[in-house]
T-cell receptor
């Protein structure tokens, strides 16, 4: 199984940049996901990393270091609508392809 | 539009009653999942199904049951044996065609048992 750790809560200012970290321990890494979840709504897929490095998608980027068991989600030009919970999920080698989710980081963006 | 639907959005039941939560998808995905979400906790896997007429227990299957008679449908029954059924329930699906097998979630059902 996996042990996934991410901060419980973060705050940031509109227009700024914020980095949400995720560390994990797994017996056989096979991919890391980031999801965004607004309060009371469904999680939506943001990014997937399986190789080391940075993946950029508009204002959002996700980084992975497999040797360090570490990932971060970088959000640029923060908007009020970015206030949400950000879930890190890690998949290990096995036949089910099902990731294990961390507890999520609640991001509050204020004016 | 393709997607996943869950109904109802809010559900209230008395303790001791079984209740079935609906999940339907028209994405043509093979795999479907049920998760439970409680405040301050991550998503916890209840059951999953990778193909019609087959399903597997997840991490917290006790007190729950599922069926997968059609590719599009994966209903979850919360039985009276589930000790703490009040929670937010999320259904998801995925496909091998995307390569990443990322999950697509329905809007969720908030179940309250009193």
């Amino acid at each position: 199984g996996q042990n996934i750790d991410q901060p419980t809560e973060m705050t940031a200012t509109e227009g700024a940049i914020v980095q949400i970290n995720c560390t994990y321990q797994t017996s056989g890494f096979n991919g890391l996901f980031w999801y965004q979840q607004h309060a009371g709504e469904a999680p939506t897929f943001l990014s997937y990393n399986v190789l080391d490095g940075l993946e950029e998608k508009g204002r959002f980027s996700s980084f992975l270091s497999r040797s360090k068991g570490y990932s971060y989600l970088l959000l640029k030009e923060l908007q009020m609508k970015d206030s949400a919970s950000y879930l890190c999920a890690v998949r290990d080698r096995g036949g089910s392809y099902i990731p294990t989710f961390g507890r999520g980081t609640s991001l509050i963006v204020h004016p | 539009d393709g997607g996943i639907t869950q109904s109802p959005k809010y559900l209230f039941r008395k303790e001791g009653q079984n209740v079935t939560l609906s999940c339907e998808q028209n994405l043509n995905h093979d795999a479907m999942y049920w998760y439970r979400q409680d405040p301050g906790q991550g998503l916890r896997l209840i059951y999953y199904s990778q193909i019609v007429n087959d399903f597997q227990k997840g991490d917290i299957a006790e007190g729950y049951s599922v069926s997968r008679e059609k590719k599009e449908s994966f209903p979850l029954t919360v039985t009276s044996a589930q000790k703490n059924p009040t929670a937010f329930y999320l259904c998801a699906s995925s496909t091998a065609e995307t390569g990443a097998y990322e999950q697509y979630f329905g809007p969720g059902t908030r179940l309250t048992v009193t």
